[in-house]
């Protein structure tokens, strides 16, 4: 049911007291206990400490013997391999998420071109699957509240077991997900949350990650709890004022009836309580759900927009019996959004036109597993181009990428993976709308995009109404899209509410806007042009292409010019989305291998700057903007022709080669100007006029050989901030201090303070260098264990020719096995590789008893054992051969025994090797005389970055200054 609150008595008690915001009680809450926060809800981020290894997707023995145990999903309780608690994962990687493991894997040109070459996916499955484990404690005090585990984000197919029970699966790699643990926790002793990710198949046709690459919380609440996504904030404005409407789903996860009561109160963005509003009383049954709405007046409301990007909050409180049962904390912007078939879209009464990008997700460097300040860096690199709008292609985004958004302003297109109603589909859909719709930046929601089976016949229109209408139940103030690829009016673009068109060449807007003149139309793709940044002739043979826009085909297609040119001649186009904003891992057109990323961005896969980007920052910007698209150090071409493009939002520009002028062109309002220039060494520059007097200039001058490196810090800005990201461009300096545009050096880097790099790229389309120089973990195994009897005391290996073994892990029938020994020998091989002599080489067993002896390769190495968590660890010198361990148990046999039986999961628990190649020097070469650094910086202490390279002098830069104080 939903229970209303009248406009008038909203109004009446927002301005009414709200001191109780303040820490002050009210008279009606004298008298009353109100729990703590810590008490109420809780939501811990819970991305660190996680152990990882990667198994395989088809032999068992290689994945931990996953699946294979008796009983496997066939009792509850009897998860094996590494979903069981018993599991020993000391020997795996110890790793802080988002986590994004394809970047790590080699590329193989047999790997799949359109996901970037990784040797992930079909033919790899010794790199397809990924286990995370991590272990919790959750107090005592926690009984009786609700537990459960929310993860952001994890491609793909991924499977939670919790203390040895399946707890479910999610197939997409790109909704979030939640899942409650209530019920298997185990309080005041260790639980163990384990995540078996599987990469065998892809979902989209770019690069995907592989991994847990979102974050991931531990939410604890009240039985009787605001539901998960369970607000929904709206907004009308009249004048200078605003109605909020505050709805909000409590949900009974008690045993027992409660009668409960709902505050909402609005906060201003400095924590201002500005309205306020108790709702009567209402009664909610034991495992069911009650809606409540409420309107609140906000007087002389602050609206969210592109400039001022105001965020409010609501904060609505559930109270049961006197007590506070939940606090639910929802960001929300005052705002008005209308599309208009005839003049596009609208916010807040406003005509604007949407200058728009398409991103995937991955950066250079991390992959898609991408820190929270990196969607901020990215969402500015676009602004700082003139876009004020995102479409997130093709799938939900992060939610931090939103809360950028939000923040910023910038508006978004939320975006559904895959178009359909089954259950599994449709569950999907709700989970983006449900999880979003707060969002004062997401202005559109789109299902689907490029349903080539479907958009253009009878079905494809079917589904897209019916999801669409299911769209509006969950949100009936934003209209809903599906960008199609083609078939105008048939299909899916006769059933939209928005008709979202992928490029103008594949479409008829005109025809369509004529027989659908009620529906918007936007392009949510356009362009598709390739280009290498700092290459300005084709060198197909490196996979780099010239960096001025062009059509991508000789017909049939739109450079970006030609594509904003078309939406600027038609006012009711609401705008245009650029395919894309970001070059991304995949998609190689027109290449294969050797190419490894896409070449469609405005920028480059580090975030810098293409030249095609400073023609949409001309169009896009009131800034004054003159920009040469070409560099002037070409040694060897000297008496060749040069071509040299202009951008500015000027009426004309002159280029001069130094100070000689070669010519005064006018600028179309939504083109450039071009230029052939014999080169010759010297100055180019680029002058721009509006009303006969100079705007704006540019220039770029021949530069001598490279002499020295330099280090730019992009972010943060603030060196005194507490951002927990540092992003660095790396460049080359002529013996004048000038940028070298050609500079290709291989660069190395260190990094000193609480800093650590996590990512380096080039924006090289054809580069092949690592990402990422980690150290290389392997982990093996030992199998095939047997057990023979020893005589009690023994404190000598035996001649193990000699003894009579048998498997210590066969059931017998009660009373059949063998007797049970008062000291027993154990024996292991070991599968897979010993590690070679460069590796650090560590041997994890466990501690049977008191008094076990250790033997490898026949050396006796009890010394050398040292505790380690569940038992105890072996390092193995060079000399060390470990093909074979042998344990002694010279006493307490049946106890020994009774542990083995009881942790080592058939034999394959037992113990492992861990061999670690370490990491090289992290290094990068400069491409186009560029590169990028990305550091994770720690703590407020000092951190600094040095780059080296062969013949150059050094640089040096801080990334945060060291505190003032000692910590």
């Given at each position: 049911m939903i229970v209303r609150w009248s406009p008038l008595l909203a109004l009446l008690v927002a301005l009414g007291s709200t001191s109780a915001l303040a820490g002050a009680a009210t008279p009606a809450a004298c008298g009353t206990r109100e729990a703590q926060p810590s008490q109420v809800r809780e939501r811990t981020n819970i991305d660190s400490g996680w152990r990882f290894a990667l198994g395989h997707a088809h032999d068992p023995a290689r994945d931990?013997?996953?699946?294979?145990?008796?009983?496997?999903?066939?009792?509850?309780?009897?998860?094996?391999?590494?979903?069981?608690?018993?599991?020993?994962?000391?020997?795996?990687?110890?790793?802080?998420?988002?986590?994004?493991?394809?970047?790590?894997?080699?590329?193989?040109?047999?790997?799949?071109?359109?996901?970037?070459?990784?040797?992930?996916?079909?033919?790899?499955?010794?790199?397809?699957?990924?286990?995370?484990?991590?272990?919790?404690?959750?107090?005592?005090?926690?009984?009786g509240r609700r537990i459960g585990v929310e993860f952001d984000g994890v491609f793909r197919d991924s499977v939670v077991w919790f203390n040895g029970h399946y707890i479910g699966r999610q197939p997409s790699g790109y909704g979030s997900f939640r899942h409650d643990l209530t019920d298997y926790v185990n309080y005041g002793g260790p639980n163990f949350l384990v995540v078996r990710v599987d990469t065998s198949t892809f979902e989209g046709w770019f690069y995907e990650g592989a991994g847990i690459y979102r974050h991931v919380w531990l939410n604890k609440t009240d039985p009787l709890h605001v539901a998960p996504s369970g607000t929904f904030v709206t907004s009308t404005v009249n004048g200078t004022d605003a109605s909020v409407t505050a709805r909000a789903t409590i949900a009974n996860e008690d045993e027992r009836d409660h009668v409960f009561t709902v505050e909402q109160v609005i906060l201003s963005p400095a924590g201002k309580p500005l309205a306020r509003i108790s709702l009567p009383p209402q009664t909610v049954a034991k495992g069911e759900k009650v809606e409540t709405s409420a309107d609140l007046a906000v007087p002389n409301a602050a609206l969210w927009s592109l400039e001022t990007p105001v965020l409010h909050q609501l904060v609505t409180t559930v109270r049961d019996e006197e007590r506070i049962r939940d606090r639910y904390v929802t960001s929300f912007g005052v705002r008005t959004i209308r599309w208009d078939p005839q003049s596009g879209f609208w916010l807040n009464g406003r005509n604007i036109r949407l200058q728009g990008t398409n991103n995937h997700q991955d950066h250079a460097g991390i992959g898609v597993a991408l820190p929270d300040e990196m969607q901020v860096y990215r969402l500015e690199r676009l602004k700082a181009m003139g876009a004020n709008a995102y479409r997130a292609s093709h799938h939900p985004p992060t939610p931090e990428m939103l809360d950028a958004a939000d923040r910023l302003g910038m508006l978004v297109i939320d975006e559904n993976r895959m178009m359909g109603t089954a259950p599994e589909l449709r569950d999907q859909l709700d989970r983006m709308v449900l999880r979003d719709r707060n969002h004062p930046s997401v202005i559109l929601w789109s299902v689907g995009n490029e349903e080539w089976a479907i958009e253009g016949n009878a079905l494809g229109a079917r589904l897209n109404r019916l999801m669409q209408a299911r769209v509006t139940e969950l949100d009936p103030t934003r209209p809903v899209s599906a960008a199609t690829s083609g078939g105008d009016q048939v299909g899916i673009s006769s059933t939209t509410q928005v008709a979202g068109f992928n490029y103008r060449a594949q479409h008829d807007a005109d025809a369509y806007h004529k027989a659908f003149p009620n529906v918007p139309i936007v392009m949510t793709e356009e362009g598709a042009t390739t280009t290498t940044r700092g290459i300005y002739f084709d060198d197909r043979e490196n996979v780099h292409l010239s960096a001025f826009d062009r059509p991508p085909r000789p017909t049939g297609s739109s450079s970006i010019e030609q594509g904003w040119r078309a939406v600027v001649e038609r006012p009711w186009m609401a705008g245009m989305f650029v395919w894309t904003g970001f070059d991304y891992r995949g998609e190689t057109t027109p290449f294969g291998w050797p190419a490894i990323s896409s070449q469609f961005g405005m920028l480059d896969t580090t975030g810098l700057f293409k030249d095609s980007a400073y023609y949409l920052k001309s169009v896009w910007s009131a800034e004054p903007l003159a920009h040469i698209a070409g560099?002037?150090?070409?040694?060897?071409?000297?008496?060749?022709?040069?071509?040299?493009?202009?951008?500015?939002?000027?009426?004309?520009?002159?280029?001069?080669?130094?100070?000689?002028?070669?010519?005064?062109?006018?600028?179309?309002?939504?083109?450039?100007?071009?230029?052939?220039?014999?080169?010759?060494?010297?100055?180019?520059?680029?002058?721009?006029?509006?009303?006969?007097?100079?705007?704006?200039?540019?220039?770029?001058?021949?530069?001598?050989?490279?002499?020295?490196?330099?280090?730019?810090?992009?972010?943060?800005?603030?060196?005194?901030?507490?951002?927990?990201?540092?992003?660095?461009?790396?460049?080359?300096?002529?013996?004048?201090?000038?940028?070298?545009?050609?500079?290709?050096?291989?660069?190395?880097?260190?990094?000193?303070?609480?800093?650590?790099?996590?990512?380096?790229?080039?924006?090289?389309?054809?580069?092949?260098?690592?990402?990422?120089?980690?150290?290389?973990?392997?982990?093996?195994?030992?199998?095939?264990?047997?057990?023979?009897?020893?005589?009690?005391?023994?404190?000598?290996?035996?001649?193990?020719?000699?003894?009579?073994?048998?498997?210590?892990?066969?059931?017998?029938?009660?009373?059949?096995?063998?007797?049970?020994?008062?000291?027993?020998?154990?024996?292991?091989?070991?599968?897979?590789?010993?590690?070679?002599?460069?590796?650090?080489?560590?041997?994890?067993?466990?501690?049977?008893?008191?008094?076990?002896?250790?033997?490898?390769?026949?050396?006796?190495?009890?010394?050398?054992?040292?505790?380690?968590?569940?038992?105890?660890?072996?390092?193995?010198?060079?000399?060390?051969?470990?093909?074979?361990?042998?344990?002694?148990?010279?006493?307490?046999?049946?106890?020994?025994?009774?542990?083995?039986?009881?942790?080592?999961?058939?034999?394959?628990?037992?113990?492992?090797?861990?061999?670690?190649?370490?990491?090289?020097?992290?290094?990068?070469?400069?491409?186009?005389?560029?590169?990028?650094?990305?550091?994770?910086?720690?703590?407020?202490?000092?951190?600094?970055?040095?780059?080296?390279?062969?013949?150059?002098?050094?640089?040096?830069?801080?990334?945060?200054?060291?505190?003032?104080?000692?910590?």
């Open positions: 931990f013997g996953y699946g294979t145990a008796p009983f496997f999903f066939a009792k509850a309780g009897y998860g094996d391999g590494p979903a069981s608690p018993k599991f020993d994962d000391r020997a795996w990687r110890l790793l802080d998420l988002p986590h994004d493991w394809g970047v790590e894997v080699p590329f193989d040109p047999k790997a799949e071109a359109n996901h970037g070459s990784r040797a992930i996916g079909p033919g790899f499955p010794e790199h397809n699957i990924g286990w995370y484990r991590k272990s919790l404690v959750i107090p005592e005090s926690d009984r560099h002037w150090t070409w040694p060897g071409r000297e008496g060749r022709a040069i071509p040299i493009w202009v951008y500015a939002n000027a009426e004309e520009v002159e280029l001069t080669l130094d100070g000689r002028s070669l010519g005064r062109h006018v600028l179309d309002p939504a083109g450039h100007a071009e230029w052939q220039v014999s080169y010759a060494p010297g100055v180019l520059a680029a002058t721009a006029f509006r009303a006969g007097k100079p705007i704006a200039t540019d220039r770029v001058e021949t530069t001598g050989a490279q002499k020295s490196l330099a280090l730019s810090v992009e972010r943060p800005s603030d060196l005194d901030g507490d951002g927990d990201i540092a992003v660095v461009a790396v460049s080359a300096r002529d013996a004048n201090g000038r940028s070298v545009p050609i500079a290709d050096n291989d660069v190395a880097f260190t990094v000193t303070g609480a800093a650590e790099i996590i990512g380096v790229g080039n924006g090289d389309p054809g580069s092949h260098e690592p990402d990422r120089f980690g150290d290389r973990y392997a982990i093996a195994g030992f199998s095939d264990w047997e057990l023979a009897d020893v005589p009690a005391g023994s404190m000598v290996l035996p001649a193990t020719a000699a003894l009579a073994w048998r498997d210590p892990f066969r059931w017998y029938p009660p009373g059949s096995g063998p007797k049970t020994p008062d000291a027993f020998v154990l024996r292991g091989r070991l599968q897979g590789s010993a590690g070679g002599s460069q590796e650090r080489r560590t041997l994890f067993l466990p501690s049977l008893a008191e008094g076990q002896r250790i033997f490898v390769g026949g050396r006796e190495l009890t010394a050398l054992a040292k505790p380690s968590g569940r038992g105890l660890s072996v390092v193995l010198d060079e000399a060390a051969r470990a093909e074979e361990v042998i344990l002694l148990l010279p006493s307490s046999g049946a106890a020994a025994l009774a542990r083995l039986q009881d942790i080592g999961l058939n034999g394959r628990n037992v113990a492992s090797l861990q061999s670690v190649t370490p990491a090289e020097t992290w290094h990068r070469r400069l491409f186009s005389g560029h590169a990028q650094v990305i550091v994770r910086l720690g703590g407020d202490r000092h951190a600094r970055l040095t780059a080296t390279a062969a013949g150059l002098e050094s640089a040096s830069v801080a990334l945060r200054r060291p505190s003032k104080e000692p910590r």
